[in-house]
């Protein structure tokens, strides 16, 4: 079964935006005989911010892994980590999908702000899922919540210490789903192998 991805098409005139995603396919390798990698920019509906994206559809079957970087667009660390992800990895070395989206909050990453998207001052990890008719941030988190977070069968969201931050390593899993979910979740973070692992009961964040 082919896995699909959504891209928002802007005509490139004086700004109208077509509200409707296209759907492109992200088969797998027995359905597509190829593997390859697609880098583009996922326009965020009825704004002129872009989000850079990579997709790397793997040599052999198997799950698709969403990560996304710089929701907090001052936390460099996780978006160098993802951008350099996209970069090198090879189609030829993995299975199944990899989705990259580095830095999801694109307009802080260029202002350098702390915390918060200049545009409207929130804190886009306090805005899941989102609303298509709010503000930046908040179409922004509808977006990912939309389109994104369906096609993942894990998700891995890199977080840093922000620019005037110190942060020692350490990874969150999620604790409030079904003991089945929080126990792969929970395995999956293990494979990090951080000192500290903690397990989150926030409703509020991305990593949710």
């Not at 892994?65 to 936390?75: D, K, N, V």
Request: glycine share 8%.
């Amino acid at each position: 079964m082919a896995l699909q991805f959504a891209v928002y098409v802007v005509i490139v005139q004086p700004p109208q935006v077509i509200r409707e995603p296209l759907v492109l396919d992200c088969q797998q390798p027995e359905e597509s005989g190829l593997s390859h990698t697609l880098t583009s920019h996922q326009p965020v509906l009825d704004t002129n911010t872009e989000i850079p994206i990579t997709i790397i559809n793997g040599q052999n079957d198997g799950p698709t892994l969403l990560i996304t970087a710089g929701i907090h667009g001052g936390e460099y660390p996780g978006i160098a980590a993802a951008m350099e992800l996209g970069r090198d990895t090879e189609p030829e070395s993995i299975s199944g999908c990899l989705i990259i989206i580095h830095p999801a909050n694109i307009q802080s990453f260029w202002a350098r702000s702390a915390f918060v998207t200049p545009d409207d001052g929130r804190n886009l990890n306090r805005e899941f899922p989102g609303n298509a008719n709010g503000t930046l941030s908040q179409k922004t988190a509808w977006l990912l919540s939309q389109y994104f977070f369906p096609l993942a069968d894990f998700y891995a969201d890199l977080h840093s210490g922000d620019i005037h931050e110190e942060l020692y390593p350490y990874v969150y899993y999620p604790g409030l789903p079904n003991a089945e979910i929080s126990a792969k979740a929970r395995e999956a973070a293990m494979v990090l192998d951080m000192e500290f692992m903690v397990r989150s009961t926030a409703t509020t964040g991305a990593y949710n």
